[in-house]
């Protein structure tokens, strides 16, 4: 890529990594990935703030050739996607300092192995003139780790946020151009990355929200022109409101549990219910996070293995309970063979979620009427629950 002119003297250096599918080993990216450093040059002194991830550090590296000088490297985040090539910049720039938080200082110590000499810690509120522009350091941790800040420049009217606000999503788009694909990654990203946090999320964006910034630079995706736009979907995503929605994962083995499945989804329709059925076989993690932002219920459906949950059921279920989504009612549907333990083990993988439990069906071999009895008795208690419930929208 080349580097991109977003404000006077402000430039996006984004390395997009269109090929990228998995990060943390861990996260699907259907879209690939950008990592977005900027270049922010004073009347008296250059800035970089942030960086890239090392396997594309020729990207960054190139997109600085002819740039002589520069005085400061920021790290909003240590997080080796935007630090990762930190060694290589204070390699280039002799005299640059690195200015970050005091956790980040600790933390690119012990994660890069820069050395102490280079840093400067800066203070939440701090500022460091570039002449005719200035740095303000804003303290946002735990978004999405500890040590997080933003840098805000007031003359220009820029919010640099790192991972807050951004996305996944490999584009050679400078600013946000289509906002269902942006809006549609961003939750994406939120989905996974951020929403654990989302009681430092809410205490975040009420301390950014009186700075007055007009567009907001991520660190991941299209930087945001319209910053409402952003903001808007962040505080519908952290505010106690949920969806009269289901989200139903599921396994099955010799089709009994699909044909509960089907039964309740009928059910739940009938009912008014909308639901999110996913083939954990199938499903990309993060389209099931998505639909844990917004659904009010959780409904995990699986047979039995021996005696035990279905692994692939277990795994689901630790995915989300690390997110912390808001659902506020849960229930566990499923089949086994001579005995199982599946509903006990399943509700102690999720401590983290403070869901009111509706019900468990566990069905030896073929549901019967009664099973479908039951089930539609479950229909009954989720659109109750959501037809009482203020919070559902
Ligand atoms: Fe994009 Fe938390 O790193």
């Given at each position: 890529?080349?580097?991109?002119?977003?404000?006077?003297?402000?430039?996006?250096?984004?390395?997009?990594?269109?090929?990228?599918?998995?990060?943390?080993?861990?996260?699907?990216?259907?879209?690939?990935?950008?990592?977005?450093?900027?270049?922010?040059?004073?009347?008296?002194?250059?800035?970089?703030?942030?960086?890239?991830?090392?396997?594309?550090?020729?990207?960054?590296?190139?997109?600085?050739?002819?740039?002589?000088?520069?005085?400061?490297?920021?790290?909003?985040?240590?997080?080796?996607?935007?630090?990762?090539?930190?060694?290589?910049?204070?390699?280039?720039?002799?005299?640059?300092?690195?200015?970050?938080?005091?956790?980040?200082?600790?933390?690119?110590?012990?994660?890069?192995?820069?050395?102490?000499?280079?840093?400067?810690?800066?203070?939440?509120?701090?500022?460091?003139?570039?002449?005719?522009?200035?740095?303000?350091?804003?303290?946002?941790?735990?978004?999405?780790?500890?040590?997080?800040?933003?840098?805000?420049?007031?003359?220009?009217?820029?919010?640099?946020?790192?991972?807050?606000?951004?996305?996944?999503?490999?584009?050679?788009?400078?600013?946000?151009?289509?906002?269902?694909?942006?809006?549609?990654?961003?939750?994406?990203?939120?989905?996974?990355?951020?929403?654990?946090?989302?009681?430092?999320?809410?205490?975040?964006?009420?301390?950014?929200?009186?700075?007055?910034?007009?567009?907001?630079?991520?660190?991941?995706?299209?930087?945001?022109?319209?910053?409402?736009?952003?903001?808007?979907?962040?505080?519908?995503?952290?505010?106690?409101?949920?969806?009269?929605?289901?989200?139903?994962?599921?396994?099955?083995?010799?089709?009994?549990?699909?044909?509960?499945?089907?039964?309740?989804?009928?059910?739940?329709?009938?009912?008014?219910?909308?639901?999110?059925?996913?083939?954990?076989?199938?499903?990309?993690?993060?389209?099931?996070?998505?639909?844990?932002?917004?659904?009010?219920?959780?409904?995990?459906?699986?047979?039995?293995?021996?005696?035990?949950?279905?692994?692939?059921?277990?795994?689901?279920?630790?995915?989300?309970?690390?997110?912390?989504?808001?659902?506020?009612y849960a229930a566990i549907i499923g089949s086994y063979g001579w005995a199982t333990k599946q509903v006990e083990q399943i509700a102690g993988l999720i401590p983290n979620i403070k869901a009111e439990v509706l019900g468990s069906i566990m069905q030896k071999g073929l549901p019967t009427a009664e099973t479908f009895a039951q089930l539609d008795a479950l229909a009954d208690a989720v659109a109750k629950a959501h037809a009482e419930d203020p919070d559902v929208v």
């Amino acid at each position: 890529m080349i580097a991109r002119e977003i404000k006077p003297g402000i430039q996006l250096i984004a390395s997009v990594h269109w090929e990228r599918r998995l990060f943390d080993s861990l996260i699907p990216l259907p879209e690939g990935t950008s990592y977005n450093a900027y270049l922010v040059k004073g009347s008296e002194a250059t800035a970089i703030i942030d960086a890239t991830d090392p396997e594309l550090s020729n990207d960054l590296m190139s997109q600085l050739e002819g740039v002589e000088k520069i005085d400061y490297i920021v790290s909003n985040h240590t997080e080796q996607d935007h630090s990762g090539v930190i060694p290589e910049l204070i390699e280039k720039y002799p005299e640059a300092q690195i200015l970050c938080s005091a956790k980040a200082q600790e933390m690119l110590s012990t994660h890069i192995g820069l050395p102490e000499e280079r840093f400067r810690v800066v203070k939440d509120g701090e500022t460091v003139s570039l002449g005719d522009k200035t740095l303000r350091f804003v303290y946002t941790p735990w978004v999405h780790w500890p040590e997080t800040m933003s840098t805000f420049v007031p003359e220009s009217k820029i919010l640099f946020s790192c991972d807050f606000f951004g996305s996944h999503l490999a584009t050679s788009d400078t600013f946000v151009t289509d906002k269902a694909e942006t809006f549609r990654a961003a939750k994406r990203y939120y989905a996974e990355i951020m929403m654990p946090f989302r009681a430092a999320i809410i205490n975040n964006i009420k301390k950014l929200e009186p700075l007055d910034f007009d567009m907001i630079a991520p660190s991941h995706g299209p930087v945001h022109q319209d910053p409402g736009f952003i903001l808007e979907a962040y505080r519908k995503w952290i505010s106690p409101q949920v969806a009269n929605e289901v989200c139903l994962p599921y396994i099955t083995m010799h089709g009994s549990t699909k044909l509960m499945v089907d039964h309740l989804v009928d059910a739940l329709v009938k009912r008014g219910v909308k639901v999110h059925v996913f083939d954990l076989n199938v499903t990309d993690i993060g389209d099931l996070a998505m639909s844990l932002v917004d659904a009010a219920t959780l409904i995990a459906a699986a047979p039995t293995v021996h005696v035990n949950a279905h692994p692939k059921l277990v795994y689901a279920a630790y995915v989300a309970n690390m997110i912390r989504p808001k659902v506020k009612y849960a229930a566990i549907i499923g089949s086994y063979g001579w005995a199982t333990k599946q509903v006990e083990q399943i509700a102690g993988l999720i401590p983290n979620i403070k869901a009111e439990v509706l019900g468990s069906i566990m069905q030896k071999g073929l549901p019967t009427a009664e099973t479908f009895a039951q089930l539609d008795a479950l229909a009954d208690a989720v659109a109750k629950a959501h037809a009482e419930d203020p919070d559902v929208v």
